[in-house]
């Protein structure tokens, strides 16, 4: 004879028993005891298993190993800093340099001082590797002190070119614009008469023409060429 479908299925549940389960459903008499068992042990199986509580309410939060953890996870919200740089910035106002110069006009004294102090180690120096560098601080503080003194002039001219422009508009004409060209002008007449003042205009002409001359002997064909 065949067996039941229901009969298969409880014998493959129990199977699945442990001897001491089985005797014990044996005892109690019937599949039916049997089939119970076996469906409550199934849905306990596939019931999620409680997880553990946390103790600390503070601590860190368990995460579950079976879970992915995304690669770029944000653990702590940090705020990000935003450099600011004085020079391009409007908070630190607009650069004027007729009042940087009132401000910071204090420095050319101590440049002054320090330009002093230097020529006064150079006369007493008598180490000449040490002469060499005094020799090249001091000229490098010539240099910029001369730079300065060029570029203030150069302000002071494009100011007074300014207050001609003014004076201009508030009679009614039409004011004018210089080209660089024509500043350039300016500022070699104005170069001429400095020089010409402190009677140095011939030595800068006679080193002038030594450059050009060798600036034209230098365009002209040499002998290979012809």
Same mark, same amino acid.
């Given at each position: ?6 009969d ?14 089985r005797?014990? +459903?044996q005892?109690?008499g019937?599949t039916?005891?049997?089939?119970q068992l @076996?469906?409550g042990s199934?849905?306990a199986?596939?019931?999620k298993?409680?997880?553990?509580p ?6 860190p939060v368990e +995460? ?13 919200s ?6 600011r ?20 006009s204090?420095?050319? @004294? ?6 002093e102090?230097?020529q006064?180690?150079?006369?007493k ?8 560098k ?7 503080? @010539? ?7 060029k ?7 494009e100011? @007074?070119?300014k ?22 002008k300016?500022?070699l ?6 020089l010409?003042?402190?009677g ?9 023409r ?17």
């Open positions: 004879m065949g067996s039941a479908p229901g298969g299925e409880a014998a493959g549940d129990q199977s699945e028993l442990s001897l001491e389960e005797l014990r +459903m005892s109690a019937g039916g005891a049997c089939r @076996t469906a199934k849905a199986r596939r019931g298993a409680p997880g553990k946390q103790l600390n309410k503070k601590g +995460m579950s190993a079976k879970k992915p953890v995304p690669f770029l996870r944000q653990v702590v940090v705020t990000k800093k935003v450099h740089d004085p020079r391009f910035d409007d908070l630190s106002g607009e650069y004027n340099p007729e009042i940087f110069m009132k401000t910071y204090f420095l050319d @004294t101590i440049k002054k001082q320090e330009k102090m230097v006064k180690q150079l006369k120096c008598r180490n000449v590797e040490q002469k060499e005094l020799q090249q601080l001091l000229n490098r503080m @010539t240099q910029q002190e001369q730079a300065q003194k570029q203030q002039k150069r302000r002071e001219r100011l @007074t070119l207050r001609q422009q003014r004076e201009l508009a508030k009679q009614g004409k039409k004011p004018f614009f210089l080209k660089k060209s024509d500043k350039r300016l500022e007449a104005e170069k001429y008469a400095e010409k003042r402190s140095k205009l011939e030595s800068f002409l006679n080193k002038k030594k450059r050009n001359a060798v600036k034209d002997k230098r365009r002209l064909p040499s002998q290979k060429n012809l």
